[in-house]
């Protein structure tokens, strides 16, 4: 469990928000929605340790992520992926590039035909089955966006921050995307995304939410009947405990 108290943040003399409390269960998928500088790219960096709070504190399993003992720390942070709307790709990249890079980033332990084997399953699981050498320059923000996703849940993360990824992907993928994220949870995978706006067809399920400071939390509910996404999901990349 994610656990965050009193979180603040402040800046040119001025408090962005403060007074932040959310739990954060493990095996969940909760959605904070807020409208655009509000903060929410700062919130998801703070949850996975990258940045520290000028106020309160982030605590996972019983420790603080930023006060806690190194070693836990360090395992926390190794445990979480993150997944932005855009980013950029000077490098000239192909989408094969990106599980190269993800499976360096997890150790380097997947062997090579294994690697291909789970990243051709994952590109279909997100729409982009043909996708392996196009240049991440030439998709478009749905493609970049998804590709993006697949290669990060090749290493397997436990705890998954995704900024804006719901939108970026666009209307068709937004139910596709949902029982993808529902299946993950369902092995214990902790799911935290930022939006600007919950999709109509989640709301639907999510109810009022939940207030967090600026924000509103919605828990997008998990239902226990396997689906197609999570049987893709559960063959193409480490499953609960073993995405720590």
Request: proline share 5%; glycine share 12%.
């Amino acid at each position: 469990m994610i656990e965050a108290f009193r979180l603040g943040i402040f800046a040119r003399g001025a408090t962005l928000w403060d007074g932040v409390d959310h739990a954060f269960g493990d095996g969940s998928v909760s959605v904070i929605v807020a409208p655009p500088s509000s903060g929410k790219t700062t919130l998801l960096s703070i949850l996975r340790g990258e940045r520290q709070p000028d106020a309160g504190d982030v605590v996972v399993s019983g420790e603080s992520i930023f006060r806690g003992r190194w070693a836990s720390i360090r395992t926390y942070r190794a445990s979480c992926c993150h997944v932005a709307e855009r980013f950029s790709d000077p490098a000239g990249h192909t989408v094969e590039d990106l599980f190269r890079l993800s499976a360096v980033a997890g150790g380097g332990r997947i062997p090579e035909g294994e690697r291909r084997e789970r990243q051709e399953r994952l590109l279909a699981m997100v729409g982009l089955a043909s996708a392996r050498d196009w240049r991440l320059s030439s998709l478009s923000a749905s493609e970049r966006v998804r590709a993006g996703l697949a290669a990060e849940l090749l290493r397997g993360p436990r705890y998954l921050f995704l900024d804006g990824v719901v939108a970026a992907a666009g209307s068709p993928y937004r139910e596709m995307l949902g029982g993808l994220f529902r299946a993950l949870a369902r092995e214990g995978n902790t799911i935290v995304m930022a939006e600007r706006h919950l999709p109509e067809r989640w709301a639907a399920a999510a109810g009022e939410g939940t207030a967090a400071g600026p924000f509103r939390v919605y828990k997008v509910s998990v239902p226990a009947t396997s689906m197609a996404a999570g049987e893709q999901a559960g063959q193409a990349a480490p499953a609960g405990g073993g995405i720590a």
